[in-house]
């Protein structure tokens, strides 16, 4: 089936319902120039520390080997990114009450900047960041903006990033409502995504309705259960209908 044809299915798709539910992960903000984890120029390659980023962005790293965690994490950090197609477009279903949620595995804020209300952030957001003593929150500048271990201006304890690390749990009522979209949704989208990641891959099982569509570069294990597939940029797809 030629790629124009998928083009109609799909806007006749988006058409037909009313309850759409986006779930998607870092292949959304690559076109934001936020680079993914595990392809060949990822965040996963990072050569300049002594630890490799899954142990460095874990609970149990944080805990013992701060001020360098702090060190790789400000490497994931880009403040001057802006929303692109997919985000924009996915922001303009929602206006339209066409799309009910946003399911996002990242952690950049960037479908909130686009102007989306529902977004359930399985793995938290740098734009949030909150003092372990004082529970004060700030965004990301206090992160930054410092230089070593970040401090609370106000009560002087150590500022971490509300973000899910390695050993960490997710938020239930994140889960809950994501969950919950995704169960009542008449149409799932999955962008940007290899759903390798557990258990928020796993939310794509909630979904029972006829109108999977999946976007991805790479194949994943889930296309065999997709009713429409897309190897594709997700911007690229969704400016399209």
């Given at each position: 089936m030629n790629t124009d044809k998928n083009i109609e299915i799909l806007r006749q798709m988006v058409e037909d319902s009313n309850h759409i539910v986006f779930f998607g992960?870092?292949?959304?903000?690559?076109?934001?120039?936020?680079?993914?984890?595990?392809?060949?120029?990822?965040?996963?390659?990072?050569?300049?520390?002594?630890?490799?980023?899954?142990?460095?962005?874990?609970?149990e790293f944080y805990l013992k080997?701060?001020?360098?965690?702090?060190?790789?994490?400000?490497?994931?950090?880009?403040?001057?990114?802006?929303?692109?197609?997919?985000?924009?477009?996915?922001?303009?279903?929602?206006?339209?009450?066409?799309?009910?949620?946003?399911?996002?595995q990242n952690i950049?804020?960037?479908?909130?900047?686009?102007?989306?209300?529902?977004?359930?952030?399985?793995?938290?957001?740098?734009?949030?960041?909150?003092?372990?003593?004082?529970?004060?929150?700030?965004?990301?500048?206090?992160i930054l903006e410092s230089e070593g271990?970040?401090?609370?201006?106000?009560?002087?304890?150590?500022?971490?990033?509300?973000?899910?690390?390695?050993?960490?749990?997710?938020?239930?009522?994140?889960?809950?409502?994501?969950?919950n979209a995704i169960g009542n949704a008449d149409m799932l989208i999955v962008g940007g995504t290899s759903l390798v990641v557990y258990p928020a891959a796993g939310l794509v099982n909630y979904y029972h309705g006829d109108r999977l569509v999946l976007i991805n570069r790479d194949a994943t294990s889930y296309d065999s259960k997709a009713n429409l597939i897309f190897h594709e940029n997700i911007g690229e797809v969704l400016s399209k209908i």
């Amino acid at each position: 089936m030629n790629t124009d044809k998928n083009i109609e299915i799909l806007r006749q798709m988006v058409e037909d319902s009313n309850h759409i539910v986006f779930f998607g992960g870092a292949g959304v903000s690559t076109e934001s120039n936020i680079p993914d984890f595990r392809s060949d120029d990822g965040i996963y390659q990072k050569k300049e520390f002594p630890y490799p980023p899954e142990v460095m962005l874990s609970h149990e790293f944080y805990l013992k080997h701060t001020k360098l965690f702090f060190e790789f994490y400000r490497t994931m950090l880009y403040p001057n990114a802006k929303p692109n197609t997919a985000h924009l477009k996915l922001a303009e279903l929602e206006y339209q009450k066409k799309l009910d949620a946003v399911v996002t595995q990242n952690i950049d804020g960037l479908h909130q900047m686009a102007g989306s209300k529902n977004v359930y952030e399985l793995h938290g957001s740098v734009k949030r960041n909150y003092c372990e003593k004082c529970r004060s929150f700030y965004d990301e500048s206090i992160i930054l903006e410092s230089e070593g271990i970040p401090q609370c201006p106000r009560c002087g304890g150590t500022v971490k990033p509300d973000v899910v690390l390695y050993g960490e749990g997710l938020d239930q009522n994140v889960i809950s409502g994501a969950v919950n979209a995704i169960g009542n949704a008449d149409m799932l989208i999955v962008g940007g995504t290899s759903l390798v990641v557990y258990p928020a891959a796993g939310l794509v099982n909630y979904y029972h309705g006829d109108r999977l569509v999946l976007i991805n570069r790479d194949a994943t294990s889930y296309d065999s259960k997709a009713n429409l597939i897309f190897h594709e940029n997700i911007g690229e797809v969704l400016s399209k209908i």
